[in-house]
């Protein structure tokens, strides 16, 4: 059983900095595509940054695209958000995904694509 944990979340004001980790263990994680997503109060799950299994690809939804950067490291079997910039908008809860196999990357948006997920880890940012 593959089990996905979030760290990092916190309480920052805006304008500010956070770096979320997402650590996998029970499975490969080098044979995973990993992807952030996020939940503000009151509105649904939606997509915001997702990596290739070698990180060579990366794809970000475009209200962060500039402030957040995902990245991987394969041998720490752990994905990593950062997030600088930040606004009150981007207070939600974020999940770390992943995907067994690779697919395209217009695919990597998609919430049904993700074979394992994390509980989470709330991030709120003050104004």
């Known amino acids: 059983h593959v089990h996905v944990v979030e760290s990092g979340g916190r309480l920052v004001q805006a304008g500010g900095s956070l770096r979320l980790s997402c650590a996998t263990s029970?499975?490969?994680?080098?044979?995973?595509?990993m992807g952030w997503f996020r939940q503000a109060p009151g509105k649904e799950r939606e997509f915001v940054a997702a990596?290739?299994?070698?990180?060579?690809?990366?794809l970000y939804q475009d209200p962060v695209k500039g402030r957040f950067t995902i990245s991987r490291d394969n041998a720490k079997n752990t994905l990593y958000l950062e997030m600088n910039s930040l606004k009150p908008k981007d207070t939600a809860m974020y999940y770390c995904?992943?995907?067994?196999?690779?697919?395209?990357?217009?695919?990597?948006?998609?919430?049904?694509?993700?074979?394992?997920w994390g509980q989470g880890t709330q991030v709120t940012v003050s104004s």
């Open positions: 995904a992943a995907r067994r196999r690779e697919l395209s990357t217009s695919s990597y948006t998609k919430q049904e694509e993700y074979d394992y």
């Open positions: 990596i290739n299994r070698i990180g060579s690809i990366t």
């Open positions: 029970g499975g490969t994680f080098i044979s995973y595509v």
